[in-house]
């Protein structure tokens, strides 16, 4: 059985002050649920909370983790964050391959690739974000888009490895947009990521990964999303910035 596993991606929101009231609030709250052991909580704030939120989630059900890092360990990189850093801060998690990074910052399939290698060579669990936009899935071409997604970012990913991975399926057109994909268009795109891992690592180990789900989540549609046999979890993004509404995202949970 797998662990359940729901990550809250802040992106460009909270000051330091309003980072520590939210998780605050949050570990509160959370105390709440039932099943809270049972399930896994990441928590991705910008790099400028990271240290602040490490400490505000001591000893709590709260996972840190960052939302990018770059793959050098040093150097002259200016503005850029390497695994060790955010491994120093607290990190056990870190998004890799967001959409926002690809449109916005041209990230590519081997930068991506890269993130993954060095997240893994430190002990860093990734959350690889993939998906098409619309004009792919109006072409039909969604499954293109996704095997080639998967076949660049997990190059060189060993077999002893690849189960440390996450793997985030992110329409981009349900992105904010409050579009979200129905269970079944979710589930057929996840199935079609266990089979590709399959494919590549074998049942055993393409069973034992986790793929959640992300794109205008919230704690109306979670518990259908959840009741498809491969989605694992969600990458929540603005549901997750107050901490009433993400909590009652998790409680929703089946």
Known sequence: MRRPLIVGNWKMNKTIQEAIQTINDLKTLVTD???????????CP????????????????????????????????????????IKDLGCSYVIVGHSERRQYFKETDSDINKKILVSL?????????IGESLQNRVDKLTFNIIKT???HALANVK???????????EPIWAIGT??????FQAQEVHLFIRKFCEDKYGYNIADKMRIIYGGSVNSENISDLM???DIDGGLIGGASLQAKSFTQLIKNLK
């Open 33 to 43: 649920i039932a099943n809270i052991n049972n399930i896994d909580i990441v928590i």
């Open 46 to 85: 910008a790099y400028t909370a990271l240290y602040a939120v490490k400490h505000a989630i001591a000893h709590s059900r709260l996972m840190l983790g960052a939302q990018n890092i770059f793959w050098q360990e040093n150097g002259a990189f200016t503005g850029e964050i390497s695994t060790s850093m």
């Open 121 to 129: 060579n430190k002990n860093i669990t990734p959350i690889l974000c």
């Open 149 to 151: 997604q998967l076949e």
């Open 159 to 169: 077999s002893n490895q690849i189960t440390s991975v996450i793997i985030a399926y």
């Open 178 to 183: 409050g579009q979200t994909a129905t269970p």
């Open 227 to 229: 009741k498809e046999t």
